[in-house]
T-cell receptor, first 116, second 111 residues
């Protein structure tokens, strides 16, 4: 079945630095990927829609200059948290669809970000 | 934005019992999906039900959808300790997999 891989699974960074999280569709092409953020014991909140070859579409309240999204190929989207602060510590998870008839979307395993 | 409200927020049952979780949403949808998430892990897709469907089964799972009431329920029959997880409904109103998640139900199944 279709697989979406995220890397790194866990990362610790210092305040003020930037960190990049990758989301790859391993055996299918994804023109669109989605990025979500989940704080502990809360639900997933959609941050942005990543479109291959064009600018990402951000949800209301998400700072596009802070959360940079790049979707340079049909199998890779990256989320860069710039000038990270402790309040950015969260679980970030991406999803992608293979566009198949089942309309199933596949989620990555997520990335835990801790900003110290 | 948060689309769905789920209830209960938490549910604690014994193995062998059934667990029912409810999800209400606000706008018209293309489909509704249920996911499971083990603590600190990614999501596992359980079942998708389209807006023109009323009920769907998959193993021990039964999902219903009432579009007139904008609600869905997930029933897990004969629960097992391994079913302990958080369960989320997610709606797709565009058909393009842009999912909006509900608040989730934390299920604890005790042996």
């Amino acid at each position: 079945g279709a697989v979406v891989s995220q890397h790194p699974s866990r990362v610790i960074c210092k305040s003020g630095t930037s960190v990049k999280i990758e989301c790859r569709s391993l055996d299918f092409q994804a023109t669109t990927m989605f990025w979500y953020r989940q704080f502990p014991k809360q639900s997933l909140m959609l941050m942005a829609t990543s479109n291959e070859g064009s600018k990402a579409t951000y949800e209301q309240g998400v700072e596009k200059d802070k959360f940079l999204i790049n979707h340079a190929s049909l199998t890779l989207s990256t989320l860069t948290v710039t000038s990270a602060h402790p309040e950015d510590s969260s679980f970030y998870i991406c999803s992608a669809s293979d566009g198949g008839s089942g309309n199933t979307i596949y989620f990555g395993e997520g990335s835990w970000l801790t900003v110290v | 934005s948060q689309q769905g409200e789920e209830d209960p927020q938490a549910l604690s049952i014994q193995e062998g019992e059934n667990a029912t979780m409810n999800c209400s949403y606000k706008t018209s949808i293309n489909n509704l999906q249920w996911y499971r998430q083990n603590s600190g892990r990614g999501l596992v897709h359980l079942i998708l039900i389209r807006s023109n469907e009323r009920e769907k089964h998959s193993g021990r799972l039964r999902v219903t959808l009432d579009t007139s009431k904008k609600s869905s329920s997930l029933l897990i029959t004969a629960s097992r300790a391994a079913d302990t997880a958080s369960y989320f409904c997610a709606t797709d109103d565009t058909g393009f997999q842009k999912l909006v998640f509900g608040t989730g139900t934390r299920l604890l199944v005790s042996p």
